[in-house]
């Protein structure tokens, strides 16, 4: 009798210790009218290979939910649809399909419009209204699709509203933060976040381990649908500057502060932009925009969502076109200045900070591919790219506004294809070029014309860093130019 209790004894404690299974996140049957303004989004992606710009890489697949608006308009994510070659649209109470175009995309706002190639596909369908009455404390439903099309939300609880980083590196927008036990379902790349019956936010990450979702805020997505009725799309504007926390007393004896001055250091202005244009200088404080109060951590008292960032207020809270009024302390002295707030396109950055959907420019000359450096090439490296890519491209991305004031690009040998002219060059790669036949080279451009035009029947290409030169007889790539092309499958031997 003892053995038998004795074995029942273990079987319990092996079943309590290893047979627990983790615990199914509750959901809800969603209200019935929600799966009339829902479709799921099955996007075809395909982007460019930035270290052989001839072609692309591997396509994949993304699904998610999109939200119908007035208009005929469907809302996803950017990221959900960049890049995409295919965009296909499936009603959730019948399973019919249509294919679909973007109408307007913000890669930097993370948010997309998509309009149905069939005008009667969404017929019938309930467009959802949008909200931005939310604020920590709220309870919101996230909502998803059974397989069968059944619509399911579950229970999100906001836990801060702040200004966070969006799908690029530069992009920081009003963020709502919640907690969440969320099951992965099909089209679970992005889903629509509501309160009520209507659209609060869209999910944008979602981290398992601590159940926790960043999402667009309803105020940036209200922003994106509102400048996308204007033509052309303006996007979200920028100030232009960055500053610094002025909290350390020092600092603050040493700018002349008062306690109740507040404000942050402007430490760096950017060339051509808002707040340069606006008269921002590098060493001012900044204490008021408009007649709103900026804190020692560039804070300022919203009344829904508390201590927001001040980078709230010149994004999303103003549009391109329009003028907010800065107050700046300047050698003890208040000034207010007019800035005229706008955004910068990314082809009039030095380094473009991205080129979703755009191939990269190149141009091919006896088997040296030279590019104009983009911070996609640098992302080839991977999530580590800031330490494991070429670090001077990195420093140039950087710092490229203080250290190329002037409009141009930076044309670079990014590597050698194997060719009789290129015997010796194998392991020359990512040299910035200065010069090609004694002309100086701001752009893919002025290569490909300074090409026209070799000295004494040669190409000398100049570098900033050793070799310094080298020469290609130009008669010989103009002869094997053909080869090349069929050596390699190249399509072509540019792309400007």
Request: aromatic share 10%.
């Amino acid at each position: 009798m003892k053995p038998l209790l004795l074995i029942l004894f273990s079987l319990s404690f092996i079943c309590a210790g290893f047979c627990t299974t983790e615990p199914i996140p509750k959901v809800a049957i969603a209200p019935v009218e929600q799966k009339g303004s829902v479709v799921r989004v099955n996007s075809t992606n395909q982007s460019y290979d930035f270290l052989r710009p001839w072609s692309k890489d591997a396509p994949f697949s993304r699904r998610g939910l999109g939200v119908l608006l007035d208009g005929g308009k469907i809302l996803v994510t950017a990221e959900l649809v960049a890049n995409s070659d295919y965009i296909e649209l499936e009603r959730a109470d019948g399973g019919e399909k249509a294919t679909a175009k973007v109408d307007v995309i913000d890669y930097e706002a993370n948010l997309a419009t998509l309009t149905a190639e069939d005008s009667n596909f969404l017929s019938g369908m309930q467009p959802l209204g949008l909200t931005t009455d939310v604020k920590t404390g709220d309870e919101l439903s996230v909502l998803q699709l059974e397989s069968n099309g059944t619509p399911v939300s579950a229970k999100a609880l906001v836990t801060s509203v702040e200004v966070g980083k969006y799908a690029l590196e530069d992009s920081g927008y009003l963020m709502f933060r919640m907690s969440c036990p969320l099951q992965f379902r099909e089209n679970s790349f992005t889903l629509p976040i509501v309160k009520g019956n209507k659209l609060a936010a869209y999910l944008m990450r979602y981290d398992s381990r601590s159940q926790t979702i960043d999402a667009i805020a309803s105020p940036v997505i209200n922003h994106f649908l509102v400048e996308s009725q204007h033509h052309p799309y303006r996007g979200f504007p920028r100030a232009g500057l960055d500053f610094s926390s002025t909290r350390d007393p020092q600092l603050r004896r040493y700018l002349k502060l008062q306690d109740s001055d507040g404000g942050v250091y402007v430490n760096q202005v950017e060339e051509d932009g808002p707040a340069s244009k606006g008269g921002v200088l590098e060493g001012d404080v900044l204490v008021k925009i408009g007649d709103k109060q900026v804190d020692p951590d560039g804070n300022y008292l919203n009344p829904l969502y508390g201590k927001v960032s001040i980078t709230h207020l010149t994004t999303t809270e103003a549009y391109a076109g329009q003028s907010v009024t800065m107050t700046v302390i300047r050698n003890g002295e208040r000034k207010q200045l007019n800035i005229a707030l706008f955004r910068k396109a990314p082809e009039d950055y030095v380094i473009e900070p991205y080129t979703i959907g755009k191939q990269p420019r190149y141009y091919i000359l006896a088997g040296l591919v030279f590019e104009e450096l983009t911070r996609d090439y640098l992302r080839e490296w991977g999530a580590n790219w800031l330490k494991d890519a070429p670090q001077r491209l990195v420093y140039y991305d950087r710092y490229q506004s203080e250290l190329f004031p002037e409009k141009r690009k930076i044309v670079f040998l990014t590597q050698i294809l194997p060719t009789g002219e290129t015997v010796g060059y194998d392991q020359l790669n990512n040299l910035v070029v200065t010069k090609v036949n004694g002309r100086p080279v701001l752009s893919l451009d002025d290569f490909a014309e300074a090409v026209k035009n070799p000295i004494g029947g040669f190409h000398k290409i100049e570098f900033e860093e050793d070799p310094h030169e080298i020469y290609l007889d130009a008669k010989q790539v103009e002869t094997d130019s053909a080869t090349l092309r069929s050596v390699y499958s190249l399509p072509a031997l540019q792309h400007l």
